[in-house]
């Protein structure tokens, strides 16, 4: 049998199995509500304005548990026009729950 021991907690197989484990992380800009009759009218390049400004945070989410909140802003030297998440609040998920 292979020796699964360590010498720090939380630090076994299954914690390192679960390190390369991929998350998705949904971050949520606002949301928009249009009538349904206004929504059938929308044409490509059509605009379909939100409830927040574009200054305004940003939301983050693993499923539907808020995470974390952040304001957006463009990468430097990456792609032109790449966007990223500057985070500014984390939400305490463990005395939130």
Same mark, same amino acid.
């Given at each position: 049998?292979? *020796? @699964? !021991?360590? /010498?720090?907690?939380?630090?076994?197989?299954?914690?390192?199995?679960?390190?390369?484990?991929?998350?998705?992380? @949904?971050?949520?800009?606002?949301?928009?509500?249009? %009538?349904? &009759? *206004?929504?059938?009218?929308? /044409?490509?390049?059509?605009?379909?304005?939100? /409830?927040?400004?574009?200054?305004?945070?940003?939301?983050?989410?693993? =499923? /539907? &548990?808020?995470? #974390?909140? $952040?304001?957006?802003?463009?990468?430097? $030297?990456?792609? !032109? =026009?790449?966007? #990223?998440? &500057? %985070?500014?609040?984390?939400?305490? @998920?463990?005395?939130?729950?």
């Amino acid at each position: 049998m292979a *020796d @699964t !021991s360590s /010498d720090a907690p939380g630090e076994g197989l299954g914690a390192k199995f679960l390190d390369q484990v991929p998350i998705e992380i @949904t971050v949520s800009v606002g949301k928009a509500r249009p %009538l349904l &009759r *206004d929504l059938l009218q929308i /044409d490509r390049g059509g605009i379909l304005p939100l /409830d927040r400004r574009i200054d305004d945070p940003v939301e983050l989410y693993i =499923g /539907d &548990r808020l995470i #974390a909140r $952040g304001e957006l802003q463009e990468v430097e $030297g990456a792609q !032109s =026009g790449q966007i #990223a998440v &500057r %985070l500014t609040e984390i939400i305490d @998920t463990v005395s939130g729950a």
